[in-house]
T-cell receptor
Framework: DTGVSQDPRHKITKRGQNVTFRCDPI?????LYWYRQTLGQGPEFLTY????????KSRLLSDRFSAERPKGSFSTLEIQRTEQGDSAMYLC?????????????FGSGTRLTVV | TQLLEQSPQFLSIQEGENLTVYCNSS?????LQWYRQEPGEGPVLLVT?????EVKKLKRLTFQFGDARKDSSLHITAAQPGDTGLYLC??????????FGTGTSLTVIP
């Protein structure tokens, strides 16, 4: 297993466009998390899945954001009608439920720039 | 919402010096983790602490969980340039998701 993969690594988009990011977690991990991080700050929790079920969404996740994990494996995060304030690093992480002490394994992130 | 406040926010020290980073909250956590993040990469787990008063050592790094499980500290002895990075604490009280602190950016100057 090569760890958590995120695609693309970088995305530049014009304001108002839609973007979609993909995350492939570690295969045996049943939990998948999305975080957003701005420069020099800690990651902010957006949402998480256990298998295919989305169990929690942050109030930060506006109606323009939607996440899916249709088969309990990879996940996508879509942002509709992007705004400049959406510019950030979007991090995906995975873990195994009941093994939280082992921590999250993070991907390298997708850096979004909205111009 | 950042439930965990870290201090200092920025720290620039000379190689060989010691330093301590603090992570404070008004909430009680069932477990707390420390991560280190390098530019352009995701955070990497350093340690997990689960018991109030627990102390863990990882080479030159010493982690302590407060007795009341509301705060934690990270002490680095004889810092090296390779220690440069963003240090993040993260806590949970449900075991479902961790909330991250505000981060401490450390620069160790050779």
């Amino acid at each position: 297993d090569t760890g958590v993969s995120q695609d693309p690594r970088h995305k530049i988009t014009k304001r108002g466009q839609n973007v979609t990011f993909r995350c492939d977690p570690i295969s045996e991990h049943n939990r998948l998390y999305w975080y957003r991080q701005t420069l020099g700050q800690g990651p902010e929790f957006l949402t998480y899945f256990q298998n295919e079920a989305q169990l929690e969404k942050s109030r930060l996740l506006s109606d323009r954001f939607s996440a899916e994990r249709p088969k309990g494996s990879f996940s996508t995060l879509e942002i509709q009608r992007t705004e400049q304030g959406d510019s950030a690093m979007y991090l995906c992480a995975s873990s195994l439920s009941g093994r939280e002490v082992a921590g999250y394994t993070f991907g390298s992130g997708t850096r979004l720039t909205v111009v | 919402t950042q439930l965990l406040e870290q201090s200092p926010q920025f720290l620039s020290i000379q190689e060989g010096e010691n330093l301590t980073v603090y992570c404070n909250s008004s909430s009680v956590f069932s477990s707390l983790q420390w991560y280190r993040q390098e530019p352009g990469e995701g955070p990497v787990l350093l340690v997990t602490v689960v018991t109030g008063g627990e102390v863990k050592k990882l080479k030159r790094l010493t982690f302590q969980f407060g007795d009341a499980r509301k705060d934690s500290s990270l002490h680095i002895t004889a810092a090296q340039p390779g220690d440069t990075g963003l240090y993040l604490c993260a806590g949970t009280n449900t075991g479902n998701q961790f909330y991250f602190g505000t981060g401490t950016s450390l620069t160790v100057i050779p």
